[in-house]
Every structure is written in C-alpha cells, then in structure tokens.
C-alpha cells in the first residue's frame, strides 16, 4: 500500500466515525474509526490508546489518529514476523518485546 492511500484510508475511517463532525475522535468514536481502519481491537485496548492519545482531554484530532494508525500498522508488521503458524499467538519473552518495540 502506498503512503498515499495509506493516509486517505485512515482519513476515510477518521471522517466517517468523527460523527458530530467537531473535528476530533472522542471516546465513544476512538473505536468505530480504528476498527473502520482495519484494526481489530477490544475495548481495554482501544480505552488505553485513547487515554494515552487524548493529551489535552479534548478528543483525537486526525494528525494523532494517524500516528495511532502508523503505530498500529507497524506493530502489526513486527507481530506478524513472530507469528509463524498464523494463529494470532506469539511467544514473546521480554528480548522480544523490546526488539519489536525498537523497530516502530
């Protein structure tokens, strides 16, 4: 995927779940929009990137959006490496953790 299209998708997904058009992604939008993005997350996930994102407690604005969405899609990359039978599982020991976290 191009960065192009990258950043128009995570556009479309931003703009079609920013449901009270206010420009930012609140709590109850975080979700409908990393999920419209292609990402699959519970809600413990979802309600910690929120929290760690939402600095000034005013919601998302697309320019975070995005840096949750590249973050994301990096780890995915780095996830999907270690997961050789393709199940969703990996091992991971902390050496692990730390290499995958060094690479996004």
Known sequence: ITLFKFITAMQTAFNSTDFDRNGVLDAREIGPA???AGFRLDAQAVNALHHRHNKTNTGIDFVHFLEIAVDL????????KKDYD??????????DLLSIVANI
């Open 34 to 36: 990393l999920q419209g």
């Open 73 to 80: 899609a990096l780890l995915r990359v780095e996830f999907d």
């Open 86 to 95: 393709k199940k969703g599982v990996i091992p991971l020991r902390f050496d």
